[in-house]
């Protein structure tokens, strides 16, 4: 599976924009870029995913690289309730490709 | 929606017993993961499952570990006989195809003592 670098922590304050980075050089042209996001003692929840035009959905937004190394989630307002780990996972959408692979993620804190 | 369901929510139980964690995925999705959750390891893919055949096993730690998918709407998680170091969290999820998003359980959290 092609790899990806996260901050390991990240802190914003509420109410304001977050940015989060992803890079992920070795990305192939079949490798969908995926968000997911983890509160405290919950299971992952999706995000949002793309692969190569920016997205937005209720969430979030991702914006995606032109060369595709790199990604960035954005939470345009953040709130007590974002304080989560975020995790970038790159997925094969070839057919069969099934696995989504969790790395450490970036754990972000939101002050009040 | 009532989202994917795991059963039960906590599992405590003596080194040496038989552990069953059983799963429910959301109805129309037919492929369904389970993963485990430790603070050294984070998320480990341990099996996956399409059209109720287990796909790719390869995460699975053990023999001891056992995973099977009767039907669509049902999935169990076998360990015996259980140990200490397999306490952690354990989460299914479940998808349409392993193509769109993929939604988790929320988790059973075994210790074993």
């Known amino acids: 599976d092609a790899k990806t670098t996260q901050p390991n922590s990240m802190e914003s304050n509420e109410e304001e924009p977050v940015h989060l980075p992803c890079n992920h050089s070795?990305?192939?042209?079949?490798?969908?870029i995926h968000w997911y996001r983890q509160l405290p003692s919950q299971g992952p929840e999706y995000v949002i995913h793309?692969?190569?035009s920016n997205v937005n959905n209720r969430m979030a937004s991702l914006a995606i690289a032109e060369d595709r190394k790199s990604s960035t989630l954005i939470l345009h307002r953040a709130t007590l309730r974002d304080a989560a780990v975020y995790y970038c996972?790159?997925?094969?959408?070839?057919?069969?490709?099934?696995?989504?692979?969790f790395g450490k993620g970036t754990k972000l804190s939101v002050i009040p | 929606d009532a989202g994917v369901i795991q059963s039960p929510r906590h599992e405590v139980t003596e080194m040496g017993q038989e552990v069953t964690l059983r799963c429910k995925p959301i109805?129309?999705?037919?492929?369904l993961f389970w993963y485990r959750q430790t603070m050294m390891r984070g998320l480990e893919l341990l099996i996956y499952?399409?059209?109720?055949?287990?796909?790719?096993d390869s995460g699975m730690p053990e023999d001891r570990f056992s995973a099977k998918m009767p039907n669509a709407s049902f999935s169990t998680l076998k360990i015996q006989p259980s140990e200490p170091r397999d306490s952690a969290v354990y989460f299914c999820?479940?998808?349409?195809?392993?193509?769109?998003?993929?939604?988790f359980g929320s988790g059973t959290r075994l210790t074993v003592v």
């Open positions: 996972i790159l997925k094969d959408s070839g057919a069969g490709s099934y696995q989504l692979t």
């Open positions: 793309g692969l190569t």
């Open positions: 109805s129309g999705h037919n492929s």
């Open positions: 999820a479940s998808s349409r195809d392993g193509v769109y998003g993929y939604t």
């Open positions: 499952f399409n059209n109720n055949v287990p796909i790719d």
């Open positions: 070795t990305i192939s042209g079949t490798d969908y």
